[in-house]
């Protein structure tokens, strides 16, 4: 986005609200997910204390995402929605919507074939 087409973007000081709470957040799970990668001694004491707590997802049970049947354990965060959103194949569907208006497969199907015969389904 150039600088210049920032200029374009509503001025409301509700809009510049929402935008910057979006943006931190946005940050912050990618923080989250990469404290998720790294092994305790070299995570800082927030993230294993966090994962502790549970209030984000354990490592053991983030891998399941990076392991075959690549078959759920999507969300990055906390773990918390996984159980709904694999329920519902939401990650599968999405998969597919892509694959079907773009033309671009899922990196877990480059790594099983399978499963993106199952998706396709």
């Known amino acids: 986005l150039p600088l210049a087409s920032l200029l374009l973007l509503p001025s ?8 910057s709470f979006f943006c931190a957040t946005e940050i912050m799970s990618q923080e989250l997910h990469k404290w ?3 092994p305790p001694s070299e995570a800082p004491a927030l993230a294993n204390a966090l994962q502790k707590l549970g209030l ?3 490592r053991q049970q983030h891998n399941k995402h990076h392991t075959l049947p690549f078959s759920g354990n999507y969300c990055i965060v906390s773990g918390h929605n996984n159980g709904w959103v694999d329920g519902v194949g ?13 033309g671009v497969e899922s990196n877990s199907w480059k790594l099983d074939e399978e499963l993106k015969e199952r998706t396709l389904r």
Request: glycine share 0%; with cysteine; hydrophobic share 40%.
């Open 36 to 38: 998720s990668h790294m």
């Open 56 to 58: 984000t997802i354990p």
């Open 12 to 19: 409301h000081p509700l809009f510049t609200t929402c935008l």
């Open 90 to 102: 939401l990650c599968r569907m999405l998969e597919r919507a892509v694959y079907e208006v773009y």
